[in-house]
């Protein structure tokens, strides 16, 4: 039997998705992810020696990613000290690219569809494991995961499922595919998830996603009844939060708490915080260097590893400002300002090519596809998930728009 370069991608997918499941439950070794970089680069080989470089959007993307290169390698000629970890850095940023070029050849549109109603699905499977560890096992925060298990960083993977699964509903409400009462159902189910694992930030999600699609959209009583539905929702999960995690919901009271609580560490005592990063990376580092703010240390020279060789020796002296926590601070202290730039750029880019693409009959992904983008920039401040494991989920939204402009032009050679 013969297997194809879809069903490896699928393959992938399932992996993506099941692994920290039966990394926590059965403790399965983690590293298994790894074989997908040798999947990711075989399946890359095997569309660039059949489609070729005759792809604007692949050819863009490979940009990126020597751009990415150059810049993690300046920053390691000057600064660095391991080039194994050198390599390494490569390998954690690049596999998200590759894996994004890969989806962008092999899946069409009819399999973003499955992909991503599978996903809704997971949403309410997700329910029921996060009530069982929350109630059956007493666990919640970080570590609560759901279906992606009960380790730490559990909920980045929540998050990413969570935000892809708003975008959606809404998307498909707004044009038209489903009832309110199923979006009702949906945000429910997000929220009460939301409260269980402590994901404040999912509400300040949701009213993005109902504020730009109503900003998208024509307004109508459709649009009404999605905010009205919001709002109501919003505030009973807030209430809910009040007595579950009067913690959390402290944090929310009032715009002096919420500022409080984005300028402070919640880890340890003088951890970075979402806000203050780059301030403390170049009073602690930098310094006035010019090269490193500009170019960093190197790709992996701040970085760690389940593999102990791969240990940065920068992050075992300063691993405990939990710089790691934070994508824009990890990319500033490896790529400095160089980095953080070609990033913005690539999303950016993605953005406008989605706003672009007309999307013909999938018009729902378009706007869905919009909301992941902005979503996207939350999370370089809110999170580490572009650059660990759960950045795949985040790549696959990525992929969505690019899918979809490739059938479009098919369609248009072919007429």
Known sequence: MKISGKQMLYFELICIFTVPFCTSVFGLPRPLLYI???????LLLLCLGYFGLRRQSVIQILIIAVLITVVGLAGYMSWGTSFAQYIWGMRTTLRFFIFLINCYYIFDMEDICKIWNVLYKLLFVNVIFATYQYFGRGISGDMLGGTFGTLMGASGYLVALLSLVLTYVTSLYVYKKIKIWKVSLTY??????????????????LVLIIVVSAIISKPDPRTILIVAAAVILLIVALRALAVLNPVSFGYMSSWEDLIFYLNNSYTSEGGFSRMDSIPRINELFFKGSFSKEMFGYGLGQCDNSNIEVLNSIFYERYGHYNYRLFFYAMTYLEMGIAGLFIYLMFYIGILINTVRCSFAEYKEYKLMSILNILIIFIMFVYNY???????YIWMLACAVPLVCSKVKRTETTTK
């Open 36 to 42: 997908m970089d040798l999947i990711n680069i075989f």
């Open 385 to 391: 998930t572009l650059r660990s494991d759960p950045g």
């Open 188 to 205: 429910a189910g997000v929220l009460y998830i939301s409260i269980l694992a402590e994901l404040k930030v999912i509400y300040l999600l």
